[in-house]
């Protein structure tokens, strides 16, 4: 299940690339525009600009604004910043592998086997989908 945290990133992100042409957006404009906790959209925030994908100004007419384009954010990065492992089970991840204590043999376990096909499938639309993508997808959406 997709978490908050990364949900809310992820309407964030879209928010901001929405509004490129724009000034900085607070983080109250954001957190209203999409029904957001602000709380919870600060720390979010502050991770997605320390990844590198948020420019921050402060004082007047500061705010956040996307530090790439849309189309260069891709939602695999962001569950990892804000979730971590996208594989359902440690012994199929990647970039977070460690294997399961009640395995005997992982080479003839069929959980991991079948959740190793799951992995492969969920990276590859992840890997494959951006920030711009979802934008037009909402676009097209909105004008059915």
Same mark, same amino acid.
């Given at each position: 299940m997709l978490s908050k945290k990364t949900k809310y990133a992820i309407k964030a992100l879209v928010v /901001?690339?929405? &509004?490129?042409?724009q !000034? !900085?957006? +607070? =983080?109250?404009? =954001?957190?209203?525009t999409e029904r957001i906790p602000?709380?919870?959209?600060? +720390? =979010?925030? /502050?991770? #997605?600009?320390n990844a590198g994908f948020l420019y921050s100004k402060k004082g007047a007419g500061g705010g956040y604004? #996307? &530090?790439?384009? !849309?189309? $260069? =954010?891709f939602l695999v990065s962001i569950m990892r910043i804000t979730d971590g492992p996208i594989a359902m089970v440690p012994c199929a991840s990647l970039n977070f592998y460690?294997?399961?204590d009640e395995c005997h043999q992982e080479s003839t376990c069929g959980i991991?086997? *079948?959740? *190793? $096909? *799951?992995?492969?499938?969920t990276l590859k639309i992840l890997s494959e989908t951006s920030i711009a993508d979802i934008i037009k997808r909402e676009t097209t959406l909105i004008s059915v």
């Amino acid at each position: 299940m997709l978490s908050k945290k990364t949900k809310y990133a992820i309407k964030a992100l879209v928010v /901001l690339g929405k &509004n490129m042409d724009q !000034p !900085p957006m +607070q =983080i109250s404009k =954001i957190a209203e525009t999409e029904r957001i906790p602000k709380k919870f959209l600060e +720390q =979010i925030l /502050l991770d #997605l600009r320390n990844a590198g994908f948020l420019y921050s100004k402060k004082g007047a007419g500061g705010g956040y604004s #996307l &530090n790439r384009d !849309p189309k $260069d =954010i891709f939602l695999v990065s962001i569950m990892r910043i804000t979730d971590g492992p996208i594989a359902m089970v440690p012994c199929a991840s990647l970039n977070f592998y460690h294997k399961c204590d009640e395995c005997h043999q992982e080479s003839t376990c069929g959980i991991r086997d *079948v959740f *190793v $096909d *799951v992995r492969d499938a969920t990276l590859k639309i992840l890997s494959e989908t951006s920030i711009a993508d979802i934008i037009k997808r909402e676009t097209t959406l909105i004008s059915v």
